[in-house]
C-alpha cells in the first residue's frame, strides 16, 4: 500500500508536468483546431531559457551550492516570458498565414516548426542533455526530527532514517540529504559512524545538522512546488478563461471562429493570446520539470513529454482547459504506476495504445463534446 | 578529391543508388496513402521496420534450421511484404473512421508502439538491433560485382514499385482511391466501398514498405531501431509533401533531392563551419559545419514550402511525354458554354444502358414508409412517407431547414431511421450502407456540390461507374485484355453522358474550375453514370439564372426518357420545380403538411402559411 502510495505520487508529479503541456494543446486546438507539433519545443525551450538564467546570472551549477528559491522563481518567469513571446512569433509567421489552408497543410507546418526547432537546438545548445543546476536540495515531508543516540547498529530501523545538514561551498551553502537506514532493515555500523562523523563536522563548520525519520508515504518539497504550479495555473487560467473579457473571447472563437470575428471580435488578437498563454505555461513547466523532476534538459526532451501530453489532451479532451488537467494528471499516474507494476520498458507502449483507445472509442475524450457533422 | 580508386567511387555511387533506390520505393509507396488517397499517415516507417526486421529474421533463423541459404535470400522479400501488409491490416482497420491530424497521431502510435516493442523484444536485438551475414558480399569476389547486383534488384524493385502503384492508380480502383480522398461521403454515395478502399491503401502500402525494408535489410546485413525512427518517418512524408501529393514524378523528385543534399553537402563543404550560437556554459561561440546543419536547413524548408507552396513541386501534377494529353491546370479560364435544349443522339446508347429491374405495370419503385429522425432532442423528420412510380418526378418543398435534405439522407441510408422503412424495387434498404443503397439504383446529388475537386471532369463521371466494375485488382494491375476493355467502355460512357450534358469539351479540366452550373451539371452526370433507376437532385437548379434552369428543365426530362429515370428533386425555385414535377410534397418542420399538383399546392393554406406567414388578426 506504501508503496502503491510512493508510485502514486509520483506520478500525480509527472502528470503536473504532463497537464502543464497538455494545457497548451488543449487552449490552441480549440481555438484554431491545430494540433501545434511544436509545442513539446515550446516546454523544451522553456527549460533551457531556466537552465541559462540559473547558470549565468545567479551562478547555478550541477553541484554547487543551494539557490533557493527567488531565483527559481526568476528563471520560471523568464522562461515563461521567453517562450510566450516564442509562441506568439511561431502564430504570427507560420500557422497565421495557413489558417484557411487545411489542416494537413497546418500540421505539416507544425512539424517542420517542431523539427526546426529541435534540430535547432541540437545544433546550438548542443545534443548532449546537460545536468540542470541546482536550485535546492529535495527533501521529504513530513518528518520528525529523532534524537541521534537512538540511532544504534543493530536496531531494526521503524522508520527511513536520513540525516539533512548544511554545508559550506563555494557560492553559498549546500543541503545534503543522507540516507542511514531504510525501513524494516538493520541500521549498519557504518551509518552510525557516519552520522556520528557529520554531526561533529557540522558543529565544527557552524552549519547545522539533524537527524530525521520519515513516515512510509512522503512527499518532496520539488513535488509540492510542481503541485503548487500546477495549482496556481488552474486558478489564472480559470480567472482568465471564466472572469475576464479576452476569457470570454477565447470561449467565443472557440465555440465559433466565424461567428465570433463577426461580433466584432479580434479574433487574430485572441489566437495570438491563446497562444502566449499556452506557450507560456508549458515554458513554465519545462523549467520546472528540468529542474525538479528530470534534473536535467536536452534538446529532443520535449519530443516524448509533447507526444504523451498531447495524448494527455485527447484523453481528458481536447479543446477543454480542466480535461487537458485532468488528463494530464491521469496519464502521468497511468504511466508511473504501468511502469512500477507491469513493466518500465513498455510504458511507452501503453500511452500510445491508450491514445489509439481513446481515438476509436470516444474521441472527444473524458470531458470534451462530441463534435456534429452536417451532410 | 585525393585519392579516389574507382572502388572507391564505385563504393560510394553504389551505396547512395541504392539507398535512394529503398527511399523511394518507401516514399512511392508512402504517395499512394497519403497522396492518392488523402490518409495523413505519419507511420510509414513502422511498416518498413516490419518489413526489415522479418526479412532479417528470416536471414538468420531459415539457415540456422538447416536451410540453405539462397533460400533465406529470396524468402525474405515475400515474407516482408507479407508481414508488413497484415501490419498495414492492423493500423488500417483501427484508423478507418479517424479523419486529418488524428488520423496522423494514430499512426505515429502504433509506429511508436511498434518501435517501443522492437527496442525491448530480446529476440530483435533490443537496441543493438540483429546482424547477419551477407549473402551476396559472401558469394562473391569482388565488391564491385557486391554493388553492381545490389544496384540492379534495388532499382528493379523500385521499377516494379512504379509499375503497380502506377497501374493501381491509372485504373478504376485509383480513381476510387482519389474519390475518398477528395470527398469520403460522396464516394460512398457513388457506390465507393469506403473500408475496402482504406484499408487496401494501407495494405498495399505498407506491403511496398515491407519490400523496402526487406532490401535494406538485405544489403545492409543489419538493422537496428534507430534506423526507423521517427525522424526517418517524417523525411519521407515530407519528401512526399515537397514533391506534390499525389503526383510519383515529384516525389521520385522529392526524393533524390532530400536524399543527396546532404550527402553532397559533406562532400563538397565539410570544412566549411558557421558560428551559429554564443555559449558561455559552453565556452563561447558555437560553430557547425554544413552537414550537421542539414537537419536546420532542412525543417526551414519545409516551412517555407508549406507556406509559399504547399502543392509541392509537381503540384499533384505527373510528367507527361510529350504527345500525351495533359491536365489543364488552373491557368486555364473556364468558359460559360451554354446548354439550349440539344438534340439526343439518336440510337441508345450502348456503352450506357440502364440496368433492368424488370419491374411489372405500376408497381412503386421507392417506398418510404412513416421515415422518423430525431437528433438529440430535435425530431428533424416525422413519418415521412412517399411513393414514387416509376418514370415520376416529385417535387420535395419547403422552407429552409424544413427537414428536406435530411430525408434524402434517410433515403439514402446516410442516417439510420428512428423508425420507418424504405424499400428500392422491393429491396428493403434499412442496415444498408450508403455505396450498397447506390448500387442498388438509387443516385444522388448535393445541396452544397461534392465534387472531387482535384480530379478532372472526365475522372469524376469515370468514378461514378465504380459500381459497374467488374475488374479485379489483379487484373488492374497486370492490365490484361479484359481490364483494357473495361477501361474503354468506361471511358466511352463517360465521354457519352459529358456529349449529353454539354460537358465534354471540358473533359480534361480539373472540377474544380468550372463554372458553378456547370459543376451542378457534371454532378448529375457522375451520378447517372452509376445507372441508376430513381435519381434525387437536391436543389439542382440552385444559383441558376431563368434561362439556365429552364434549359435544366429541359435537360432533367430529356434525361428521364432516356434513361427511365424517376426522380425525387429538392428545390426552392417554384417555376423549376412547378414545371418539372407531376406532383409536389410540402415538408415544414419534418412533416409533410401538404401533398398535390402544382395548383392544389399553390392555393393550399397550410403551404402559403409555412411560406409567408399567417396574418396576425
Redesign the interface.
Same mark, same amino acid.
Given at each position: 500500500m506504501t508503496d502503491f502510495c510512493n508510485y502514486l505520487l509520483n506520478g500525480l508529479s509527472l502528470g503536473c508536468i504532463y497537464a502543464l503541456i497538455a494545457v497548451g494543446y488543449s487552449m490552441v486546438y480549440g481555438i484554431v483546431k491545430l494540433i501545434n507539433f511544436a509545442h513539446g519545443e515550446f516546454y523544451m525551450v522553456g527549460a533551457f531559457v531556466g537552465y541559462y538564467v540559473l547558470c549565468l546570472a545567479f551562478g547555478g551549477t550541477p553541484n554547487g551550492a543551494d539557490l533557493g528559491l527567488l531565483p527559481v522563481l526568476v528563471a520560471l518567469l523568464c522562461a515563461g516570458a521567453a517562450t510566450g513571446l516564442l509562441g506568439v512569433s511561431v502564430e504570427r509567421v507560420v500557422y497565421r498565414p495557413l489558417r484557411a489552408s487545411g489542416r494537413i497543410v497546418a500540421l505539416l507546418a507544425a512539424l517542420g516548426v517542431s523539427l526546426l526547432l529541435q534540430n535547432g537546438g541540437q545544433q546550438t545548445v548542443g545534443p548532449q542533455d546537460r545536468a540542470y543546476p541546482h536550485t535546492f536540495t529535495f527533501q521529504r515531508f513530513p518528518r520528525t526530527p529523532v534524537q541521534p543516540e537512538s540511532i544504534q547498529p543493530g536496531q531494526q530501523a521503524a522508520a527511513d532514517v536520513a540525516i539533512v545538514y548544511t554545508r559550506p561551498v563555494e557560492g553559498g551553502k549546500e543541503t545534503i540529504v543522507e540516507n542511514l537506514a531504510n525501513r524494516g532493515n538493520p541500521i549498519s555500523e557504518s551509518a552510525c559512524a557516519r552520522m556520528r562523523e557529520v554531526l561533529s563536522s557540522a558543529a565544527a563548520q557552524g552549519c547545522e545538522a539533524t537527524v530525521y525519520s520519515y513516515p512510509a508515504v512522503t512527499v518532496s518539497n520539488a513535488q509540492g512546488l510542481i503541485l503548487l504550479a500546477l495549482v496556481l495555473t488552474t486558478a489564472a487560467l480559470y480567472l482568465l478563461v471564466q472572469h475576464t473579457r479576452f476569457g470570454r473571447a477565447m470561449r467565443a472563437v472557440s465555440h465559433d471562429f466565424e461567428a465570433a470575428s463577426l461580433m466584432g471580435i479580434n479574433v487574430n488578437r485572441v489566437v495570438a493570446g491563446t497562444f502566449l498563454v499556452g506557450a507560456i505555461v508549458a515554458g513554465i513547466g519545462g523549467t520546472l520539470a528540468g529542474g525538479m523532476y528530470y534534473n536535467q534538459a536536452g534538446p529532443l526532451m520535449g519530443l516524448m513529454p509533447g507526444l504523451k501530453a498531447f495524448v494527455a489532451a485527447v484523453f481528458g479532451g481536447i479543446g477543454s482547459v480542466p480535461g487537458a488537467l485532468l488528463g494530464g494528471l491521469l496519464l502521468g499516474t497511468f504511466e508511473k504506476l504501468v511502469e512500477a507494476y507491469c513493466s518500465s520498458l513498455y510504458s511507452d507502449a501503453f500511452t500510445f495504445a491508450l491514445l489509439i483507445l481513446v481515438l476509436l472509442v470516444r474521441p472527444s475524450g473524458i470531458l470534451g463534446q462530441p463534435p456534429s457533422d452536417k451532410i | 578529391m585525393g585519392d579516389w580508386g574507382l572502388d572507391r567511387i564505385m563504393a560510394f555511387w553504389g551505396h547512395h543508388l541504392i539507398m535512394v533506390a529503398v527511399w523511394l520505393t518507401l516514399t512511392l509507396s508512402l504517395n499512394l496513402i497519403n497522396g492518392f488517397c488523402?490518409l495523413?499517415s505519419l507511420g510509414h516507417q513502422g511498416f518498413w521496420a516490419v518489413g526489415a526486421y522479418t526479412a532479417a529474421l528470416t536471414l538468420v533463423y531459415v539457415p540456422a534450421a538447416g536451410a540453405p541459404v539462397w533460400l533465406a535470400f529470396v524468402l525474405s522479400f515475400p515474407l516482408a511484404m507479407l508481414a508488413a501488409a497484415l501490419f498495414g491490416l492492423l493500423v488500417g482497420l483501427?484508423c478507418l473512421?479517424?479523419k486529418?491530424?488524428?488520423l496522423?497521431?494514430?499512426t505515429?502510435?502504433?509506429s511508436?508502439?511498434l518501435r517501443?516493442?522492437i527496442q525491448?523484444s530480446k529476440t530483435l536485438g533490443q537496441s543493438l538491433g540483429m546482424s547477419f551475414p551477407n549473402i551476396i558480399r559472401k558469394s562473391v569476389e569482388e565488391r564491385r560485382t557486391f554493388y553492381f547486383i545490389y544496384l540492379v534488384l534495388a532499382w528493379l524493385v523500385v521499377a516494379l514499385t512504379l509499375v503497380v502503384l502506377r497501374n493501381l492508380v491509372h485504373s478504376s480502383h485509383g480513381r476510387a482511391i482519389q474519390a475518398v480522398r477528395d470527398d469520403e461521403?460522396a464516394a460512398e454515395l457513388l457506390g465507393v466501398n469506403l473500408t475496402r478502399y482504406k484499408v487496401l491503401v494501407f495494405v498495399i502500402g505498407a506491403a511496398f514498405a515491407g519490400l523496402a525494408g526487406a532490401l535494406f535489410a538485405n544489403y545492409n546485413s543489419q538493422v537496428t531501431p534507430e534506423d526507423f525512427s521517427?525522424n526517418a518517418g517524417?523525411l519521407m512524408?515530407?519528401m512526399v509533401?515537397l514533391g506534390g501529393m499525389g503526383s510519383f514524378t515529384g516525389t521520385a523528385v522529392a526524393t533524390v533531392l532530400l536524399y543527396f543534399a546532404p550527402v553532397f553537402l559533406a562532400l563538397w563543404l565539410p570544412t566549411i563551419k558557421v558560428p551559429?550560437?554564443y555559449?558561455?556554459? *559552453?565556452g563561447g561561440t558555437?560553430f557547425?559545419g554544413l552537414k550537421?546543419?542539414w *537537419?536546420?536547413l532542412?525543417?526551414?524548408l519545409?516551412?517555407i514550402v508549406?507556406?509559399v507552396r504547399?502543392q509541392g513541386v509537381m503540384g499533384g501534377h505527373e510528367l507527361r511525354w510529350p504527345w500525351a494529353a495533359r491536365k489543364k491546370g488552373t491557368e486555364k479560364d473556364a468558359e460559360q458554354v451554354a446548354v439550349p435544349g440539344e438534340a439526343l443522339p439518336g440510337a441508345a446508347d450502348a456503352a450506357h444502358r440502364p440496368r433492368d429491374f424488370a419491374l411489372p405495370g405500376q408497381t412503386p419503385l421507392l417506398v418510404a414508409e412513416r421515415l422518423t429522425k430525431r437528433f438529440g432532442g430535435l425530431t428533424a423528420v416525422s413519418d415521412f412517407s412517399v411513393t414514387l412510380l416509376p418514370g415520376e418526378i416529385v417535387g420535395l418543398i419547403g422552407p429552409n431547414g424544413a427537414g428536406k435534405?435530411t430525408v434524402f439522407?434517410l433515403l439514402t441510408c446516410?442516417y439510420a431511421p428512428d423508425a420507418g422503412r424504405i424499400a428500392l424495387a422491393g429491396q428493403d434498404l434499412r442496415r444498408l450502407s450508403p455505396d450498397r443503397v447506390t448500387a442498388g439504383g438509387m443516385a444522388r446529388t448535393f445541396q452544397n456540390i461534392r465534387l472531387f475537386s482535384q480530379m478532372t471532369v472526365l475522372e469524376n463521371v469515370k468514378v461514378g461507374y465504380e459500381v459497374h466494375t467488374r475488374a479485379g485488382l489483379a487484373k488492374s494491375i497486370i492490365r490484361d485484355r479484359s481490364f483494357r476493355e473495361e477501361e474503354q467502355r468506361i471511358d466511352d460512357g463517360a465521354h457519352s453522358l459529358l456529349r449529353l450534358l454539354g460537358l465534354e469539351e471540358q473533359a480534361g479540366t480539373l472540377s474544380r474550375n468550372l463554372p458553378y452550373g456547370q459543376q451542378r451539371k457534371l454532378e448529375i452526370a457522375r451520378a447517372l453514370a452509376t445507372s441508376p433507376r430513381v435519381l434525387l437532385l437536391d436543389e439542382p437548379a440552385a444559383g441558376m439564372n431563368d434561362s439556365e434552369s429552364a434549359a435544366l428543365r429541359e435537360l432533367l426530362l430529356q434525361i428521364r426518357e432516356r434513361f427511365g429515370l424517376t426522380m425525387l428533386v429538392i428545390e426552392h425555385d417554384m417555376p423549376f420545380v412547378m414545371g418539372l414535377a407531376g406532383r409536389l410534397l410540402v415538408l415544414d418542420d419534418g412533416v409533410v403538411i401538404a401533398q398535390g399538383t402544382a395548383a392544389q399546392i399553390r392555393s393550399n393554406p397550410a403551404v402559403i402559411e409555412a411560406y409567408l406567414g399567417r396574418d396576425e388578426d
Open positions: - | 488523402g495523413f483501427p473512421r479517424l486529418g491530424d488524428y496522423a497521431i494514430a505515429l502510435g502504433f511508436e508502439i517501443n516493442l525491448n461521403r521517427f517524417v512524408v515530407v509533401v551559429v550560437f555559449d558561455p556554459t *559552453q558555437v557547425r550537421e546543419l *537537419q536546420v532542412f525543417s526551414l519545409l516551412i508549406v507556406l504547399p435534405t439522407n446516410v
